[in-house]
């Protein structure tokens, strides 16, 4: 069984940090594949389409991130450990969502195309208080 299972969401006040974390778990993780899949961060917030928030590559740890988060948002990876996480600062009430981590083989860090990525996770709410 494949896995992503998201943690570390809950709610914060404007100008405030969270850091997700994604553990990835199952046959098609297992060491040494993980290392082989670019993982990403996507967040949908109410009546919104599901938006692409940051990438990062499976080979050479290459890093994307849209405007809307760039300089705010970071993106990390533990190959040893299956994790992927993100740090987020300075967040703000536009911020709030749900926050999906996302796996695809191989593919590029700037993939922003949901229907790219082969595995998802459940979601963590990530709720900026005003």
């Known amino acids: 069984q494949v896995q992503l299972v998201e943690s570390g969401g809950g709610l914060v006040q404007t100008g405030g940090s969270l850091r997700l974390s994604c553990a990835a778990s199952?046959?098609?993780?297992?060491?040494?594949?993980?290392?082989?899949?670019?993982m990403a961060w996507f967040r949908q917030a109410p009546g919104k389409e599901r938006e692409f928030v940051a990438g990062?590559?499976?080979?050479?740890?290459?890093?994307y991130y849209p405007d809307s988060v760039k300089g705010r948002f970071t993106i990390s990876r533990d190959n040893s450990k299956n994790t992927v996480d993100l740090r987020m600062n300075s967040l703000n009430p536009e911020d709030t969502a749900v926050y999906y981590c996302?796996?695809?083989?191989?593919?590029?860090?700037?993939?922003?195309?949901?229907?790219?990525?082969?595995?998802w996770g459940q979601g963590t709410q990530v709720t900026v208080s005003s």
């Open positions: 996302a796996a695809r083989l191989y593919g590029s860090e700037r993939s922003d195309n949901r229907d790219d990525y082969n595995y």
């Open positions: 199952g046959r098609a993780f297992s060491a040494p594949t993980f290392s082989r899949y670019t």
């Open positions: 990062i590559s499976w080979i050479g740890g290459r890093t």
